[in-house]
């Protein structure tokens, strides 16, 4: 079955402790994003990467970085988590191949940072 | 970066057809249009998308004016589990940058 998995689904943590949300498709998709979601800001782009090695800020990176060493897989790292990072995390994928797919999303990652 | 705007809320009676319309004026010519809904706190699903053309699949239709400056989303059939939160969205060219909304909360009634 085609999907976007994160993991883990829930965490709550302390402020300061290194956490790395993973993220992997079975698509072989080419583009990967991070998106958080907040109550009355809607879903904004963390990150985004286009293939291997390639990867792009989106509109709120500060806080965050991420890799993309192989193409299934695209971990967001918080490296050192504050209160503010507090939010409903989803990661997408799409095709590349053919212009305008559209992006697929897993199910959620909700972090607590305390 | 183009925008969409959508109205807050909608209500639309089990059974009818829900037409949500989504502003995009600022459109690019190479610029997608693209619908999601969410439910809940779950990953927003993939509903439909466009370039210029009208389009049609298994879950709704999408119309786009010729001008490419609005968009409507037709749900033929609303039943309860539409029940969710809509998004219309335009991705930014030559990028993989998708711009949410607010979206536009509809709500199935029996």
């Known amino acids: 079955e085609a999907q976007v998995t994160q993991n883990p689904r829930y965490l709550i943590t302390v402020t300061g402790k290194k956490l790395t949300v993973t993220c992997s498709q079975n698509?072989?998709?080419?583009?990967m994003s991070w998106y958080r979601q907040d109550p009355g800001l809607g879903l904004r782009q963390i990150y985004y990467s286009m293939n291997v090695e390639v990867t792009d800020k989106g509109d709120v990176p500060e806080g965050y970085k991420v890799s993309r060493k192989e193409k299934r897989n695209f971990p967001l790292i918080l490296e050192s988590p504050s209160p503010n990072q507090t939010s409903l995390y989803f990661c997408a994928s799409r095709s590349g191949v053919l212009r305008g797919q559209p992006q697929h999303f897993g199910d959620g990652t909700r972090l607590s940072i305390l | 970066d183009a925008k969409t705007t959508q109205p807050t809320s909608m209500d639309c009676a089990e059974g009818r057809a829900a037409n949500l319309p989504c502003n995009h004026s600022?459109?690019?010519?190479?610029?997608?249009v693209y619908w999601y809904r969410q439910i809940h706190s779950q990953g927003p699903q993939y509903i439909i998308h466009?370039?210029?053309n009208n389009e049609t699949n298994e879950m709704a239709s999408l119309i786009i004016t010729e001008d490419r400056k609005s968009s409507t989303l037709i749900l033929p059939h609303a039943t309860l589990r539409d029940t969710a939160v809509y998004y219309c969205?335009?991705?930014?060219?030559?990028?993989?940058?998708?711009?949410f909304g607010t979206g536009t909360r509809l709500q199935v009634f029996p």
């Open positions: 698509m072989n998709h080419e583009y």
């Open positions: 466009g370039l210029k």
């Open positions: 600022t459109i690019s010519g190479n610029e997608y």
């Open positions: 969205i335009v991705r930014v060219a030559n990028t993989d940058k998708l711009i």
